[in-house]
């Protein structure tokens, strides 16, 4: 492992997270490969067994992007090569918006809260911006769950809607 000021720390983290996180190095780098425009209409979801599952809007936007195929698998070999993603599959999902959108400005329970989970020996500015991120996305699970949103069973993330699984993992074998 590299020192903690470099990049580096994330794969050490992901390390530990287990077995095959390497594979998945295509889902974290997705929008360098293919661009900001593109990453918006086709959102990956996982790879397994070098194929890339991509979550895409309508029939039209497979059938494109199953034309660009060769290049983004190029792309990624070069990008992205512990992925080892020699295929795509797409999996066409209706992405409705939500009926009010959701924003709850991080107070100091949730920066306090941000504080104790992020790791002190982070390089200041990363430390940071991560700190931010997470006492926002602390402050929008609390004002869903307060919302009457509920906890995914399987990923735990706050979720409003149906069911008892969130929209992706409802997606996911």
């Given at each position: 492992?590299?020192?903690?000021?470099?990049?580096?720390?994330?794969?050490?983290?992901?390390?530990?997270?287990?077995?095959?996180?390497?594979?998945?190095?295509?889902?974290?780098?997705?929008?360098?490969?293919?661009?900001?425009?593109?990453?918006?209409?086709?959102?990956?979801?996982?790879?397994?067994?070098?194929?890339?599952?991509?979550?895409?809007?309508?029939?039209?936007?497979?059938?494109?992007?199953?034309?660009?195929?060769?290049?983004?698998?190029?792309?990624?070999?070069?990008?992205?090569?512990?992925?080892?993603?020699?295929?795509?599959?797409?999996?066409?999902?209706?992405?409705?918006?939500?009926?009010?959108?959701?924003?709850?400005?991080?107070?100091?329970?949730e920066v306090r809260r941000a504080e104790a989970l992020i790791p002190?020996?982070?390089?200041?500015?990363?430390?940071?911006?991560?700190?931010?991120?997470?006492?926002?996305?602390?402050?929008?699970?609390?004002?869903?769950?307060?919302?009457?949103?509920?906890?995914?069973?399987?990923?735990g993330v706050a979720f409003l809607g149906d069911g008892e699984e969130?929209p992706l993992c409802r997606l996911l074998p």
């Open positions: 492992m590299k020192g903690m000021n470099s990049p580096f720390w994330l794969e050490a983290l992901a390390k530990s997270w287990g077995k095959g996180w390497e594979e998945q190095e295509a889902v974290w780098r997705w929008r360098e490969v293919v661009g900001g425009g593109l990453s918006k209409l086709a959102r990956p979801l996982y790879v397994e067994r070098g194929v890339l599952h991509l979550a895409v809007p309508s029939p039209v936007v497979a059938n494109e992007l199953r034309l660009w195929e060769k290049e983004i698998i190029s792309r990624l070999a070069n990008m992205a090569p512990k992925s080892g993603v020699k295929e795509l599959r797409f999996r066409i999902v209706s992405e409705a918006k939500p009926a009010q959108e959701i924003k709850a400005e991080p107070g100091a329970k002190e020996n982070l390089p200041n500015p990363l430390r940071t911006k991560i700190l931010r991120l997470l006492a926002q996305v602390l402050s929008q699970e609390e004002s869903i769950l307060a919302r009457g949103g509920r906890r995914c069973r399987r990923c969130c």
